[in-house]
């Protein structure tokens, strides 16, 4: 399995909106609905932002929204804020024994 | 409330065995797979293994297959990963996390261990 590829920074101003394209292969994002998202501040551990391309865990603010079109996925980040800046990671089932791939990672940086 | 706390980590020479422990509290341990995630040093995301609720499927990644071996006590809600073998490109954090039943994203992780290996 390959890495899904993310552009590797992104930024924008407080209030503006973002969005990270995550690329697979029909194998992989192309194939399931399994997309997650996750946010890493540094020296923590990842946080699930998005699961299920779209679907927000409770306590997710309603600024993070997710979707997909064939074989890329996409975060959009609205009303960007300060504590929005870390990096942020996509992640795909794909079946098979070892079945989850992640993206390269994205740097949120907020300007 | 779920937590996952790692630990185990240290700096290692070449060549040399760790045994990382990951102890689960606030959820039914016995009945989720679980799994290792490693993180090398400004790098991304990458799965190292998973384990079944019974501890009978236990897949890994090539990288590691031959080297690392996960295991688990459900009495103890403890999962663990003994690796062998280590070598500089097994420098990094490694992360416990949940996959729930009947989903399919990283739910729950822990806060990490850092694993160096150096001479």
């Known amino acids: 399995q390959s890495a899904l590829t993310q552009p590797a920074s992104v930024s924008g101003s407080p209030g503006q909106s973002i969005t990270i394209s995550c690329t697979g292969a029909?194998?992989?994002?192309?194939?399931?609905?399994?997309v997650s998202w996750y946010q890493q501040h540094p020296g923590k551990a990842p946080k699930l932002m998005i699961f299920?391309?779209?679907r927000r865990p409770s306590g997710v603010s309603d600024r993070f929204s997710g979707s997909k079109s064939g074989n890329t996925a996409s975060l959009t980040i609205s009303g960007l804020q300060a504590e929005d800046e870390a990096d942020y990671y996509c992640?795909?089932?794909?079946?098979?024994?070892?079945?989850?791939?992640f993206g390269t990672g994205t740097k949120v940086t907020v300007l | 409330e779920v937590q996952l706390v790692e630990s185990g980590g240290g700096l290692v020479q070449p060549g040399g065995s760790l045994r990382l422990s990951c102890a689960a509290s606030?959820?039914?341990?016995?009945?989720?797979?679980m799994h290792w995630v490693r993180q090398a040093p400004g790098k991304g995301l990458v799965c190292v293994s998973r384990?079944?609720?019974?501890?009978?499927?236990?897949p890994y990644a090539d990288s590691v297959k031959g080297r690392f071996t996960i295991s688990r006590d459900n009495a103890k809600n403890t999962l663990y990963l003994q690796m062998n073998s280590l070598r500089a490109e097994d420098t990094a954090v490694y992360y416990c996390?949940?996959?729930?039943?009947?989903?399919?994203?990283?739910?729950?992780w822990g806060q990490g261990t850092l694993v160096t290996v150096s001479s």
């Open positions: 996390a949940t996959v729930h039943s009947g989903s399919f994203h990283f739910d729950n």
């Open positions: 606030g959820f039914t341990f016995s009945s989720f797979w």
């Open positions: 384990i079944n609720p019974d501890g009978t499927n236990t």
């Open positions: 029909s194998s992989d994002v192309g194939s399931y609905k399994f």
């Open positions: 299920e391309v779209t």
């Open positions: 992640c795909s089932y794909a079946g098979g024994s070892t079945p989850y791939v």
